[in-house]
């Protein structure tokens, strides 16, 4: 008779990293050169711990927490979109000739002061009014802040604008779009907007489809529910979270919870590697200062576990190493020389920073302050 076997217990980032060495064994190479984003920093993080002997170039780009616990990638996902938000009001205020806004931190307060009253709806298919929530509002921001060009931070606050302005129609406009693009699912090149059909916003991420936006988180919460340690009762959960809203505000809590809800009782015993980190690989930590999706603390925090590793950072926004301009060359001359072996010759120190020289668009038409929706 066959053992009792669950897959969900052997899904977690340990076991990936011993496949991966499997593979190194297969393909005959003494080292390997690793770069890893995001959740991938994970990946290089614990294999560099595991088999530091056998890493050669690592280089690891909008790091995620080196600590194996719930708690604290949660924690981390919603500082990270809160200074993204505090950086987008702030350019706002830098460039008021150009920005929908004239006083962006107010503005934005009342915006999410009228979401939690449920005043932004779209009509659906069956005559009800469908409410943008504070959670789909943030997922929603969230996105058009990821991308490392900036290209989504001007059509953010054109539409805090259009939110805030006095024409009904153009609100709900700007609603569907909003809650087509979260509760929306997406077959064969079709979408079916949800929320418009059966009043329920059901999106490609809940039922772990491959749509517009990427696979659904559904496959790496089995990843983590094993990887991170931490079990806590809805009351527990609840509590986490209130905390965290006291401190952060709604709109950083929806992705504290957006983490946190899917994690805090994962129907599987964790089985979390040790703590990140080794004394002995040098590695190429970079991260984004206004990065949404990974606190800039993370990667400072990955540095200190990998001691002799180098940190540079980007002034620039979104997640991962996208910088555009002058400032990414410099990045990614940074990036080829570590490869090479030649930081040496461009004097590299730890610390250096690719400095921003151009601002961030904060209007998506660049046209006079009368032609658009300017408050």
Known sequence: MWPKYNFLDFAGTQMLAHDI???????????????????????????????????????????????????????????????????????????????????????????????????????????????????????????????????????????????????????????????????????????????????????????????????????????????LAGRYTVSDAMRLWSDFKDHYGSHSAGAYIGILAGLFQWPVVPSPPAPLGNPSVQALIVENLYDPSTSYQWSQKMHKVFLNSTMITWQGVGHGWGASGKSRGECQTVKESYLNGELEQIHLHNGDTCRLEQDLPVSFVQSPRGQLPYL
């Open 21 to 227: 060495d499997v593979l190194r064994t297969a393909i005959g190479e003494p080292l390997l050169n690793m770069s890893g984003v995001s959740y991938g920093t994970y990946v290089c993080g614990i294999y560099a711990s595991t088999y530091p002997g056998r890493v050669g170039k690592l280089i690891m780009d909008g790091n995620v927490v080196p600590i194996p616990e719930k708690n604290a990638l949660a924690s981390g996902c919603g500082i990270g979109i809160q200074q993204s938000i505090n950086n987008l009001l702030y350019n706002c205020k830098e460039q008021v000739d150009k920005c929908a806004l004239k006083d962006p931190d107010k503005q934005f307060n009342k915006l999410i002061h009228r979401l939690h009253k449920g005043e932004f709806t779209a009509p659906t298919t069956t005559g009800h009014e469908f409410v943008l929530t504070v959670g789909l509002f943030g997922g929603w921001l969230q996105e058009q802040l990821v991308n490392p060009s900036g290209a989504g931070w001007g059509p953010a606050l054109t539409t805090f604008a259009i939110l805030l302005s006095d024409d009904c129609a153009a609100r709900k406009v700007q609603v569907a779009k909003i809650l087509d693009a979260k509760c929306s699912l997406h077959f064969n090149g079709t979408k079916l907007a949800t929320w418009s059909k059966y009043n329920k916003c059901i999106g490609d991420a809940h039922l772990g489809i491959a749509g517009q936006h990427g696979t659904g988180f559904i496959h790496q919460l089995a990843v983590l529910g094993v990887d």
